[in-house]
């Protein structure tokens, strides 16, 4: 436990704070604001439900569970030795398990109703589930919290993750709070679990384009009620779809900060029947190209491509024409890519075809889009890049 609570280079409960402005004055929620659920307006005018003065319940952990039978026990556990339970609540949506999920969850109710704790259950009965992201809503819509913990049923809590989070949430009400974790097996991603770990504070915005995908992961996550359904609900497509990553998008593009408590508070397990392992890669490719066009280069006359290979050449032709026309050279550090002087976009239906030259990364022109991936080259391309005295956020922004 005593590796599980300390934080990776940082001093106990100190954080990582990424803010893109807001829309909701900053204030703290008061410790006893209670709630609970009715339709009101949200501020865009739909119908939501909402938290209002009612019988309350301060937390509410969210749990989507399908055929989570091997891990569920372990996980409902670390709700159960959460070191701050007098005001949190457990609320559990089942979306069609064919397994023994639902006899674990029927057990975990009693124990945590014995030590206080209100647990809701809701399910999905059909022969089918609904999906991530619709069993995420429905778990929401049940329970009656200020605030909203989120926790895969694969996953296992530190005892102090409620408590740290709920400080962090007070004090940066519009922002998703997240933490740090510890992967299982141990080495499993080990390049994709320093990234999450050790992103500084400006990067937890910066980075956001990488397909690593969101810079606090979804298992981490907690934010006010009011906020979530301020941003809205989580998409609803069912399989294959990458609801966090589209929720993640519309909550920075809403102004939310993103933050990162310094704390080992989550074992994140890896394995393959994990949901995120029915998203397409091409899925996620085409949202972040997307997103990266409307954050970033729309704002920009022109810009340079770092790498000349496959990955440079593929974000090229997935940008808009207009923003093709922008690219106004890819650069690279391999001789015989820039031997070859330029690249032809063969598909354009353009007399001649465009054709965009080719050079060394020294000679090029920032800002830069860069298609390199970090943390593998043994530090050559982190040197390079350290090199050209470039700010990250202005001068280049990561789209490996």
Not at 218 to 234: A, D, I, L, N, Q
Request: aromatic share 10%; hydrophobic share 35%.
């Amino acid at each position: 436990m005593a590796e599980a609570e300390r934080a990776a280079g940082s001093p106990p409960g100190a954080v990582q704070n990424g803010s893109a402005g807001g829309n909701l004055k900053d204030h703290p929620v008061p410790p006893r604001a209670v709630c609970c659920l009715r339709p009101i307006r949200a501020r865009d005018g739909a119908p939501q439900l909402w938290a209002v003065p009612g019988p309350h319940r301060l937390w509410s952990v969210i749990v989507p569970v399908h055929n989570s039978e091997c891990w569920l026990d372990e996980c409902l556990k670390s709700v159960w030795e959460q070191d701050f339970k007098q005001t949190m609540e457990l609320s559990i949506f089942n979306d069609a398990s064919k397994d023994g999920s639902a006899e674990i969850i029927a057990k975990w109710k009693v124990k945590l109703e014995d030590a206080g704790v209100p647990v809701v259950v809701g399910s999905n009965d059909s022969a089918q589930p609904r999906g991530v992201g619709f069993a995420k809503n429905q778990a929401i819509i049940q329970s009656s919290g200020t605030y909203l913990c989120f926790l895969d049923s694969d996953d296992v809590m530190m005892p102090q993750r409620v408590r740290l989070q709920h400080e962090a949430a007070i004090q940066h009400p519009n922002s998703i709070i997240g933490c740090q974790v510890r992967r299982e097996p141990p080495e499993s991603t080990a390049r994709y679990t320093r990234w999450i770990n050790n992103l500084t504070e400006e990067q937890l915005l910066t980075q956001v384009f990488t397909s690593h995908g969101p810079t606090v992961i979804m298992p981490t996550w907690f934010c006010s009620r009011e906020w979530f359904y301020h941003v809205g609900k989580f998409d609803e497509g069912g399989k294959g779809v990458p609801e966090d990553l589209l929720f993640f998008y519309k909550h920075l593009q809403k102004g939310g900060g993103v933050l990162r408590v310094n704390r080992c508070l989550l074992l994140y397990r890896y394995h393959p029947q994990a949901a995120t392992h029915s998203v397409h890669e091409e899925t996620i490719w085409n949202h972040r190209v997307k997103f990266l066009e409307d954050r970033v280069l729309s704002t920009w006359t022109s810009f340079t491509i770092w790498n000349a290979g496959k990955q440079g050449k593929k974000l090229y032709r997935s940008l808009s024409p207009a923003n093709r026309k922008k690219v106004t050279a890819f650069c690279d550090v391999d001789e015989k890519k820039i031997a070859k002087g330029f690249y032809t976009f063969e598909e354009s239906e353009e007399r001649p075809k465009p054709k965009i030259p080719i050079c060394h990364f020294r000679e090029a022109t920032p800002p830069f889009i860069i298609c390199v991936k970090q943390d593998l080259t043994g530090g050559a391309f982190e040197t390079n890049l350290s090199m050209l005295n470039l700010k990250e956020g202005r001068d280049y922004y990561h789209f490996n």
